[in-house]
């Protein structure tokens, strides 16, 4: 995210005993230093790139629908030469801004014509995003905003972890926040920062809540209704248990956050990324004494940023698919917005805080400059992650991972088949990010394969659901993970070695409910 303003007057030349720059958690005299997200993303690309030639390319034939046909998939030639390949690797960040995924030959590159498989719109979102915050920081509203509101919290912060955390699951649950989520870290970090606490924990508050929502969806349209359209059940079948599962890992996510945020709070050292200049300051400042009250120009100012999010909530979310199912026609007062048009609604919102706010034309023009370079790094971040994915799709390997799961699962009791639905789909959930992607590939093959195990198709959908959660808490060809880190200034090692606990204790919680559903049924 972008420098909070007045951080640099904040800093001193020296550190506090306590106080670590963003190497901190590398520990002192260490040599080595972690990688950048862009060498990581780098890495994996290349990785990716070297399993295209060991893993052989197939394919499976499809319906009307452009769904697999179960029992049709047969290896295919490879799609793309040495050469080939070679432009194609050297062309994925291009790709995965503005690759064009071809409407016949479904191949991925800048000259097809057809739909846009890049992260343009995401890319730009970002960047509007920046723009917005940047010009909120610089009225100082928002900075005077967040003080009163730590400093009235001070006593009770995790409390505030806890509603934000419930909001962003449920959010998550019945329409799949994921992108989305990547325009409140600059809001929530020096939020969580003037309560004591450090950026990991801003990380897990918008993380792991908008991620365990969708890891436990229960009418989420972009993925349970689009699975459960597959898989030929109705999205309210198997609603119960995917309500129970939802609560059971929001709860555990929870606990998990509230406790290293007071551990943290309590004794600053336990951080396992440390403290940036400022950010100490911040917690200082909240609660040394009573900030200032609020003038008559903050307040507006802040209403205006509320209001610009509460109106993106709702111009985003699908009301009648969540309401009456996947199939209602939209409201007549659903907007149906996406990232093109968010994008310009933070711009104007920016022009239009900015004014509220006092900034002259002169300032604001150059805050807004400003904003849009600050942001830049993490917007970067998620095309290197797209063009991972661009890798992928064109040496055509996805069906080929599809096929292995089909023949694993095959001939299996239900006690066994839900888990190992499971954790066969990790694998794939790895290359398909998009929940949406990974559903349409997947389960027009795995669904009928309850069939012969004797369970509900409904359980297939669930299953299916939470190993795309889980791996997307991680994975770094995800934007939402690599660029929310990019924004909140954590490194991945960093949030890898932290939330390794929470992922074991998921990955427990999730095979022991899908091995006791299957054995009921």
Known sequence: MAEEPNQGAQATSSRAPDEENEDAGEGRGRKFRFPSAFTVLTLVALLVWGLTFIIPAGQYELDDEGAPIPGTYEEIPAPLDFVDRVEDFFLAPVNGLYGIEGSESGFIDPD?????????????????????????????????????????????????????????????????????????????????????????????????????????????????????????????????????????????GIAFVVRYANRVRARPEASVVGFRPGDREQAVAATAEQPPALSGRDKVTLAATVLTFAFMIFAIVPWASIIEGTDAEPYSWELGWWFPQLTALFIVAAVIVGLIGGLSENKLTDTIVKGAGDFIYPALVIVLARGISVIMSN???????????????????????????????????????STSGHATLAMPILAPLADFANVDRSLVVTSWNAASGWINLITPTSGVVMGGLALAKVGYDRYLKWIFPLMALLFLITVVAMAIAGAVQ
């Open 112 to 252: 097809e014509e057809g739909f846009l498989f890049g992260a343009a719109q995401v890319f730009l979102f970002v960047l509007a995003i920046g723009v917005f915050i940047t010009v909120m920081f610089e009225t100082g509203a928002l900075n005077r905003g967040i003080a009163r509101l730590a400093y009235r919290t001070r006593a009770h912060g995790w409390l505030m972890i806890v509603a934000i955390m419930v909001v962003f699951s449920i959010l998550g649950s019945v329409e799949g926040m994921a992108e989305e989520t990547l325009g409140f870290y600059a809001l929530i970090v020096p939020l969580m920062l003037a309560l004591g606490y450090d950026r990991m924990v801003a990380v897990g508050v918008i993380l792991i809540g908008a991620t365990i929502g969708v890891y436990g969806a229960t009418v989420n349209p972009f993925s349970v209704g689009i699975a459960s359209g597959f898989a030929d059940v109705s999205i309210g079948d198997g609603i119960v248990l995917r309500l129970l599962l939802w609560a059971l890992l929001t709860a555990v």
């Open 395 to 433: 040496n055509e390997i996805a069906d080929t991972v599809l096929h292995a799961m089909e023949s694993a699962a095959t001939d299996v009791s239900g006690a066994i088949f839900a888990p190992i639905i499971f954790v066969l789909n990790l694998p794939l959930a790895f290359l398909i990010p």
